[in-house]
């Protein structure tokens, strides 16, 4: 068992990237690397593109869930600022969005800390595909580079949890709240 947790956007923000994507015949990515001890297939078709925040194995599941009751999501914003590709586990790469924190973050990851009582992940990138085929993947980091104006910046509108394991599945969410403070 283990779950992540992940910083999500309004769909509309990243429809160009899925735009290009799909327009390079990357319709359905593995977000998921290679050698990570779940289903892949499955955590591909339930999981968005996503920002992952936070990850735990199963032995720490109670302490964090129980830490996330009552949690109250603070937005922030995240500045992508270039596409990358880099070896990963079993002969595979992986094609990922870098970014770096944007307006509300410090608070978020504050807040956050505070209430896990540990520190986050701060290796901020969307993972666009992970494959054993690299040359498709240095072609369409190379058709990114080339379409995508770099820094844009997302808005971060909610978090989501996932079940990491068999089965993935969704857990629950965070959105935004009206009223809010940013």
Request: hydrophobic share 40%; with cysteine.
């Amino acid at each position: 068992m283990g779950h992540t947790l992940a910083a999500v956007w309004d769909r509309a923000e990243f429809r160009r990237v899925e735009e290009l994507l799909r327009r390079e015949g990357h319709s359905a990515p593995n977000k998921v690397p290679y050698g990570r001890d779940c289903d892949r297939v499955s955590a591909n078709r339930v999981l968005p593109y996503h920002m992952t925040v936070f990850r735990w194995r199963g032995r720490y599941d109670d302490r964090f869930l129980r830490a996330l009751e009552g949690y109250t999501f603070r937005p922030f914003e995240i500045r992508v600022t270039g596409v990358r590709l880099m070896d990963a586990e079993e002969g595979s790469s992986i094609l990922y969005l870098t970014a770096e924190p944007g307006a509300g973050f410090s608070a978020f990851r504050s807040d956050l800390e505070a209430r896990l009582g540990t520190e986050i992940d701060a290796s901020l990138h969307i993972t666009l595909g992970a494959s054993k085929d690299q040359d498709s993947l240095v072609r369409l980091r190379q058709r990114l580079r080339t379409e995508l104006s770099f820094p844009f910046a997302i808005a971060v509108s909610g978090l989501e949890l996932y079940h990491i394991w068999r089965p993935v599945r969704f857990v629950r969410s965070w959105p935004r709240r009206s009223g809010a403070e940013d």
